[in-house]
């Protein structure tokens, strides 16, 4: 299976489907429509890309989080929830806890941040803090010399993906806090590697069991089998500068992937491919 | 020559006399006025600093190779309040070569061995990647030439390493060669010597 550049979304400057200076994340919610956070809103566009509407954060989101007919957005110190059209249901106010939500995994009343400020992971059950999660394997917390924690749902298995940039690795935990297993090393010869100082720095379960990661300098992503072997890699559609590219996936298989330098939404389609 | 003509000559002798005179000492006076000045580097300018230019094949080493003294007065300075204390450091491994049996990049980007690496804390034996690093310039060993600050460079590293003047290594040259040799004019005269962007650490105020 290799990836195959469709379709960019989005864009820096003045129109309605456009981000006038930053695109953090993105996420598809279950009827298989883009959502953007940047700026200071949320953008959907339908399935075939097309801008369909905006709605405003309370602060600058950071992430974002489809489940259902529920949308969240990951701030500095909060958590909105918002319906499909917008509005705003509750926030997780927890500014003495949660630093810059990062990353956001949600299934049924679980909710998962990651915190880059503080570099660790909390969960909340119904919006009430229950853990932070890593702590054992990591008691350091987790490294990102990148400047993000990326985390991505893997709903089947009720565990979550986190991209370990300083440790070159994909962790994956169960939603209550275990470690289940990693996969991942650093290396420049073999593209199934790791390099530089800190990648991968963002990851998304894909379907069919597929992970998808982005790495930094240079901008690429790569796709391994759920148990961490390398498939395929895609090179070339990002600016030179583009770090931190959040990713999501359809439940039609295609990934959307974000460039901040461009402000825009790269779509890729999954082939099959004879090997 | 009749005397008309002869007080003419004189006159424009004269003229053209003083206007040398008046001409060299201003020029004295505007080289000793700048003598002491200091020189500073532009980082939006300096190719081994400015961001969008990546690559070890770009690296420009004239602060290292122009500078009248033998060990130049440019250096690498690592902010480290900016620095990521990464396990695996750009600016110190050489991210693309092999890889070694203890899981790190056999060769160093400096080729002066200048910066130093240390482990923060203790070794965590379980997972050894599971440690921050910190990373020291040798000031007696760096000669500026940039390769470090390549690489530490967003997006690959987090810029915590750029290239300063040392103006107490300075010997404040009236025309500087690195300048002159400065492919970016990137080295700028910036007048008498300006307070440091940033107190080091340790120093009050």
Request: aromatic share 6%; charged share 25%.
């Amino acid at each position: 299976m290799k990836l195959r550049h469709i379709q960019t979304l989005s864009g820096k400057g003045e129109r309605p489907e456009q981000f006038h200076v930053r695109l953090a994340g993105v996420a598809v919610d279950s009827e298989n429509c883009v959502l953007a956070v940047g700026d200071r809103e949320v953008k959907r566009f339908n399935p075939d890309g097309r801008f369909d509407t905006s709605f405003p954060t309370p602060d600058a989101g950071w992430s974002v989080a489809a489940e259902g007919e529920s949308i969240w957005v990951g701030m500095q110190g909060k958590i909105s929830h918002f319906d499909r059209q917008g509005k705003l249901l509750n926030t997780i106010d927890d500014a003495s806890r949660l630093g810059m939500v990062s990353g956001l995994a949600v299934k049924g009343s679980v909710l998962v941040a990651a915190d880059t400020t503080h570099r660790t992971i909390h969960s909340y059950h119904d919006a009430i803090w229950q853990r932070e999660i890593g702590r054992e394997a990591n008691t350091r917390g987790f490294m990102i010399p990148n400047g993000v924690l990326d985390i991505s749902l893997e709903a089947a298995s009720d565990t979550f993906l986190v991209a370990h940039s300083q440790k070159h690795r994909v962790e994956r935990y169960r939603l209550t806090g275990e470690l289940v297993d990693k996969f991942g090393r650093f290396g420049a010869e073999n593209p199934a590697d790791f390099g530089g100082c800190c990648n991968p720095t963002n990851v998304s379960a894909l379907p069919a069991g597929f992970i998808a990661v982005s790495e930094k300098a240079p901008p690429l992503l790569k796709v391994y089998t759920a148990d961490g072997k390398f498939v395929s890699q895609m090179v070339g559609v990002f600016d030179l500068n583009a770090k931190n590219i959040d990713l999501a996936a359809d439940r039609r298989g295609r990934l959307y992937a974000t460039d901040p330098v461009r402000c825009t939404i790269e779509v890729f389609e999954q082939q099959a491919t004879s090997t | 020559m009749s005397d008309t003509n002869r007080r003419e000559f004189l006159q424009r002798t004269g003229q053209a006399a003083c206007a040398v005179a008046l001409g060299s000492t201003a020029i004295v006076l505007g080289r000793r006025a700048c003598a002491g000045d200091s020189w500073a580097i532009a980082p939006n300018k300096c190719i081994n600093i400015r961001l969008g230019v990546t690559g070890a094949d770009k690296v420009c080493e004239a602060c290292a190779t122009s500078c009248v003294l033998p060990l130049s007065a440019v250096r690498a300075v690592n902010e480290h309040s900016l620095c990521g204390r990464c396990c695996i450091c750009p600016a110190y491994f050489d991210v693309r070569s092999s890889m070694g049996p203890d899981g790190l990049p056999t060769k160093k980007v400096c080729p002066r061995d200048a910066i130093k690496r240390t482990v923060i804390g203790d070794v965590d034996a379980n997972d050894p990647l599971n440690n921050f690093y910190e990373y020291t310039i040798d000031e007696e060993l760096c000669n500026g030439c940039g390769r470090c600050v390549m690489e530490c460079k967003d997006p690959a590293g987090l810029g915590s390493i750029r290239l300063e003047v040392r103006y107490d290594r300075c010997l404040h040259c009236n025309q500087c060669t690195i300048a002159t040799h400065c492919p970016e004019d990137a080295y700028t005269r910036v007048g008498p010597q300006p307070r440091p962007a940033i107190a080091l650490e340790g120093e009050a105020g």
